[in-house]
């Protein structure tokens, strides 16, 4: 089975940045579409990103856009999101997802039940 491991949250002041990153444990990873999700207590599991196997295609929630960037490094099984400009609101446990899958279907990769594999998270805080 495909492992992921999350890295790169923290405290940050509102207006900071920060870079996630997954990391996968088989290189059958870089073949996969990914996505990140995000949870605040008390609060559903909501869509932030994604990316598709190539790279060549991203998506993003309306709340992130123009703010997060998500990536890819396939020679290092690594996927990123880049955050900046940071509010209180996106205070959360951030979680990427993995699928074996060759495309981003448009319908169905905001859902976190299209996703096969997921990381253990990774908490960012941001401060007013």
């Known amino acids: 089975q495909v492992q992921l491991v999350e890295s790169g949250g923290g405290l940050v002041q509102a207006g900071g940045s920060l870079r996630l990153s997954c990391a996968a444990s088989?290189?059958?990873?870089?073949?996969?579409?990914m996505g990140w999700f995000r949870q605040a207590p008390g609060k559903e599991r909501e869509f932030v990103a994604a990316i598709s196997g190539s790279g060549g295609r991203t998506y993003y929630a309306d709340s992130v856009k123009g703010r997060f960037t998500i990536s890819r490094d396939s020679a290092k099984i690594t996927v990123y999101l880049q955050m900046d400009s940071l509010k209180p609101v996106d205070t959360a446990g951030y979680y990427c997802?993995?699928?074996?899958?060759?495309?981003?279907?448009?319908?169905?990769?905001?859902?976190?039940?299209?996703?096969?594999?997921w990381g253990q998270g990774t908490q960012v805080t941001v401060s007013s």
């Open positions: 088989r290189r059958t990873f870089s073949t996969y579409a």
């Open positions: 997802a993995a699928v074996n899958a060759r495309v981003l279907p448009i319908g169905t990769m905001a859902s976190p039940g299209w996703y096969e594999y």
